[in-house]
Each structure stands twice: as structure tokens, then as C-alpha cells.
């Protein structure tokens, strides 16, 4: 399956990616990626470090949640307990083609007083171009994660859950840690400017210039950074 090894390899990326950039320790938190040709999911097994992960490590499911058998070690190892919750996002959200969950300090933060993050830099306007919102709390009970998720989306690749932590999406897994270290570095300019004062969000129309810009001119024409994330 030589698309499936691809997802693999794309969703190593983005665990490792995520690990190597403080979002995450010892092994909370996952990435996950879909191949919508066959509705294939890889994700991260349930407690393992990162340290450990390769490829082959990876489970394989389908969107139900029902192994696929794909001769690997992962084969063998219980995917990410947060599963139920990627595949609710990619079964109401097709735009979504990989997704990362991390409890990232500065995020959270924001997520712990139930704070969205207005668009007070031109950083959240190039990236999330609108707020990044903040869902109420939840439990970890049936789908209630991921339908706060999908009730409180907007444009944004993000969604901070209230005293748990964030998700990030977008068309691929590389797209979605993109959006994770970027919600992490502007939670923390936004956090560090509020010790000294109340900042103001830019203005709508700021906003939308900034976005079609960074979306429409930014990186190398076929780059990874030239395209849009979202």
C-alpha cells in the first residue's frame, strides 16, 4: 500500500514535529492523518513516547474505528484513547485531512479560563485569519469532544477546549502541526503582552488582508508554505 506508507510517514512527521517543538511530553497528546481515498486513519498508539514512535509503530483504522490489518508492529498496539474523537472530525469535516491534539502550555492557558484568542497579531491573521475559539468544557464521554469541536470551528485550523487543551487541523498532517506550533507561539506573545497590558484585536477588515495575503503571495510558488493550510 504505497499511499499508506506515505500517511505513515506523514504522520510520523507530524508526532515528531510536535515533540520536537515542546507541545507535547512523554507521550501525551497525538497526530493523526487520513487517506480519503480509502477512509484509511493512521494515529498514534496509545502510550508510547515519542522517542519510541517509527513509522511501523503507527495504527491503521478505518472510520469506524475497526483495525486495519496491515502487517506491522502497530497492528498489534491500541491506537490514541483521543481516536474516537479524530474520527468524529474527519467524518463531519472533509475539508480535514490530518489533525493534532496537544495540551501545549501557553494554548492552554487560554483553554483553562475558557479564553478564546482575539486576532490581536498579524501572525493569527496570516495563519487562523478569525479568532481562535474556545469550546466549553466537555467530558471525554461518546463524541462529546468532537462535537464541541465542530459546533465551535470557525476558519480557524484550531479549536482551544476549555480545561483540557487544543486541536489543530488542516488539509494534511504537516498542516495541522503547522497550525499547532503557530497557535503555541502566538498564545504565548498574546499571554506574555497581557502581564503588561490589555491588547486590542485587529480590525476585521486587517484581518482579511493580512489572511489573503499570507494565503495568496507568501513561500515559493508550489511550496508546502505557499499553499494554504486550512
Not at 520536537?20 to 501525551?28: D, E, P
Not at 502566538?186 to 488582508?209: F, I
Amino acid at each position: 500500500m504505497k499511499n499508506l506508507t506515505q500517511l505513515r510517514e506523514q504522520v510520523l512527521e507530524a508526532n515528531l514535529g510536535i515533540y520536537r517543538a515542546g507541545l507535547v511530553t512523554m507521550h501525551s497528546g497525538n497526530a493523526s492523518g487520513i487517506d480519503r481515498d480509502t477512509g484509511i486513519v493512521v494515529i498514534k498508539p496509545s502510550g508510547i513516547d515519542y522517542e519510541k514512535l517509527t513509522a511501523s509503530l503507527l495504527v491503521a483504522t478505518d472510520l469506524a474505528g475497526r483495525r486495519v490489518i496491515t502487517g506491522e508492529p502497530g497492528d498489534r498496539l491500541k491506537p490514541s484513547v483521543d481516536l474516537p474523537h479524530h474520527l468524529y472530525l474527519y467524518s463531519n469535516c472533509p475539508d480535514i485531512g490530518g489533525i493534532v491534539h496537544t495540551h501545549s502550555n501557553y494554548a492552554t492557558s487560554f483553554a483553562l479560563l475558557n479564553r478564546s484568542i482575539p486576532a490581536y497579531l498579524t501572525a493569527i491573521a496570516d495563519e487562523f485569519g478569525v479568532e481562535i475559539p474556545c469550546a466549553p468544557y466537555v467530558d471525554n464521554v461518546a463524541n462529546h469532544i468532537g462535537e464541541a469541536i465542530v459546533k465551535c470551528r470557525k476558519d480557524a485550523p484550531a479549536v482551544l477546549l476549555a480545561h483540557h487543551g487544543a486541536f489543530t487541523f488542516g488539509g494534511t498532517p504537516r498542516a495541522a502541526l503547522k497550525a499547532a506550533v503557530m497557535l503555541e507561539d502566538v498564545a504565548k506573545t498574546c499571554h506574555l503582552a497581557m502581564l503588561l497590558g490589555t491588547p486590542s484585536a485587529l480590525p476585521a477588515e486587517e484581518v482579511r488582508k493580512w489572511y489573503e495575503r499570507y494565503h495568496t503571495t507568501y513561500g515559493q510558488e508550489g511550496s508546502a508554505e505557499g499553499q494554504r493550510s486550512t
